[in-house]
């Protein structure tokens, strides 16, 4: 029996090119010392190796897409005539799943009846049983003829057979019951009891409580009337106090009414007197600078004169160097800096 392919052989095989790997690879080496162009010809033996290797490149896809679409073509067809095959047997195949899924599921159909059946069984007589344990647990503030009810309930339970394997946690259902509904009930008679001594008693306070508030009462009216009296002499007494003090408030506010007035009329005349004093003082002073600036205005126009006479001097002839120029130049816009400092120290005088 020949030795069956790997899948990489089977593709060597399928690419069938005319160049084996090892001369593939003496190939791709003859051009491994081409490491710098230097000139034409290292270009154009660059260009021609790299165009040899890129015609059996693409003779190689070439021969790599020819292969693949064969195996398409092929994987194609054993799909189909799978398919063909299949589909001879498996409607039959189907039809005989349907039969024994139908008896399966009538068969499941009925086990789950059965046990809901079952579960519904046990949940009343549960439920039952609950119901019992809840008659023996009266709601809080119950009173005593409410718990008499619940008991003579739960005793009348005597026949246990609805509870079937569940009797006997019936039977300790009840009789639980039975002993805390008689505990609470003992319990619930003598808290009546103390409750109406109680309320016998607070009826006895209230009624002493209420005489004692009705004489509080009158004591407070009595209270009250002195009180009111007492309120209204004060009020009188401060109301004539009122009276007296507004008017005394009222002689002191003229009089300061009339102090406010006579201050503010010395004020408006000290005011008055200060600003004819200024405007006098105004007066002399531009006059005095008016004179002033009279007697300095020929030194003024002298200097103006002399400063335009600086800005305008001009330098010596026959200076030819251009350091010497430079010198010149520099000494001039000196002296034009000077005549602009006289100006503004004059405009200062």
């Not at 020949?2 to 190939?27: C, D, G, Y």
């Not at 799909?79 to 009538?106: H, M, S, W, Y």
């Not at 209420?210 to 009296?229: G, P, T, Y």
């Not at 600003?275 to 200097?303: D, T």
Request: aromatic fraction near 2%; proline fraction near 2%.
């Amino acid at each position: 029996m020949p030795k069956e392919l790997t899948v990489q052989e089977r593709a060597s095989q399928a690419l069938t090119i005319e160049h084996t790997e090892a001369q593939l690879a003496e190939l791709a080496g003859k051009s491994a010392d081409l490491k710098e162009i230097k000139d034409e010809a290292d270009y154009e033996l660059v260009k021609r190796s790299a165009l040899v290797l890129r015609d059996v490149r693409i003779h190689i896809e070439k021969a790599g897409k020819a292969a693949r679409d064969d195996a398409n073509a092929f994987s194609k067809a054993v799909i189909a005539e799978e398919r063909r095959l299949t589909g001879i047997i498996t409607p039959e195949e189907d039809r005989l799943k349907a039969l024994r899924k139908a008896v399966d599921d009538e068969e499941e159909r009925k086990a789950e009846e059965l046990r809901q059946r079952e579960i519904a069984r046990i949940e009343a007589i549960t439920k039952q049983i609950e119901l019992i344990q809840e008659t023996g647990r009266p709601p809080a503030g119950c009173d005593a003829t409410r718990i008499q009810e619940y008991l003579d309930q739960v005793q009348a339970i005597s026949d246990f057979s609805w509870a079937q394997e569940y009797a006997e946690q019936a039977k300790d259902a009840v009789g639980e019951a039975v002993s805390h509904l008689s505990g609470a009930l003992n319990e619930r008679k003598a808290f009546e009891e103390q409750l109406a001594e109680t309320q016998r008693i607070a009826a006895l306070q209230a009624a002493q409580q209420a005489e004692m508030d009705r004489e509080r009462a009158e004591l407070d009216k009595q209270a009250a009337e002195i009180q009111a009296q007492q309120d209204r002499i004060k009020a009188e007494k401060e109301e004539a106090d009122r009276v007296e003090r507004e008017k005394r408030e009222a002689e002191e506010a003229k009089i300061r009414e009339a102090e406010r007035k006579q201050a503010e009329e010395d004020r408006k005349e000290r005011e008055r007197l200060e600003e004819i004093q200024r405007q006098q003082i105004a007066r002399e002073a531009s006059a005095r600078e008016a004179e002033r600036q009279k007697a300095l205005l020929p030194a003024k126009e002298k200097l103006i004169a002399w400063a335009e006479q600086i800005k305008n001097m001009e330098g010596p002839a026959g200076i030819r160097g251009k350091a010497q120029q430079q010198i010149v130049a520099d000494a001039l816009a000196g002296l034009g800096k000077i005549g602009n400092a006289i100006h503004a120290a004059v405009k200062n005088l």
